[in-house]
């Protein structure tokens, strides 16, 4: 029988450290002279330090030379690093351990798929790192989502065929990533968002273990 694979998202999906790069963000922006909303925040899901940092700059029409820009990418990634710096277990989203362990004991391999350049350091202070059995993150791909490059990567890896792997993703690149590398994508969180997602939850306490071993079937 073909083995099925589970490839993760980190932010927003295992953890919601979306909420620390919005206060660094912040920071930045009110430093620079402008206030930076949860609203505006939603354009910079799913995208890339540098791209967020010239969304952010466009918002306030703040000019920079090339060595400013540097500098505040370094400066809003180590404000990012004291905030995840404190994280512990009661960061980890509710039921995801029930659904890492359930996987865990049918020996089904695991992934991690993300942007995040710090989606290591992340699992070990949330002491989920054993869980997975491999890690494409920020540093092993040059290809951001909607890109299914992060996604192809973790299936080869963990040596499954793409369409027998299952993607959880919380946002819209994420989702059409999957579906562009032709595997099974399950969006976590808001229905009206991710509709392009082949099944939606909430989050992972709406998820059964009868629908995980379906899709192990």
């Not at 980190?10 to 450290?17: A, E, K, N, S």
């Not at 995840?84 to 049918?106: G, H, N, T, Y």
């Amino acid at each position: 029988m073909q083995k099925t694979g589970f490839i993760f998202d980190l932010d927003g999906v295992i953890v919601d450290t979306a909420k620390y790069h919005y206060l660094a963000w912040k920071k930045l922006a009110n430093e620079l002279g402008f206030e930076f909303t949860h609203e505006q925040n939603e354009l910079f899901k799913g995208v890339s330090r540098k791209r967020c940092l010239e969304i952010l700059l466009d918002i306030g029409q703040v000019e920079a030379t090339q060595e400013q820009f540097d500098r505040w990418m370094i400066e809003k990634n180590e404000d990012y690093l004291a905030y995840i710096e404190k994280m512990d277990a009661s960061e980890i989203l509710p039921d995801v351990p029930k659904v890492l362990q359930f996987l865990k004991e049918r020996n089904v391999p695991i992934a991690l798929g993300s942007a995040s350049k710090n989606a290591r350091p992340i699992l070990e202070k949330v002491q989920l790192l054993s869980y997975f059995d491999v890690l494409v993150d920020g540093n092993s791909v040059t290809k951001a989502k909607p890109d299914p490059e992060v996604f192809l990567i973790g299936a080869d890896k963990l040596g499954v065929a793409p369409e027998h792997c299952v993607v959880f993703e919380d946002a819209v690149a994420g989702i059409a990533a999957a579906n562009h590398a032709n595997m099974l994508s399950i969006g976590i969180g808001n229905a009206d968002v991710l509709s392009e997602a082949k099944f939606i939850f909430k989050d992972f306490t709406e998820i059964s273990l009868e629908f995980l071993e379906g899709l192990l079937s």
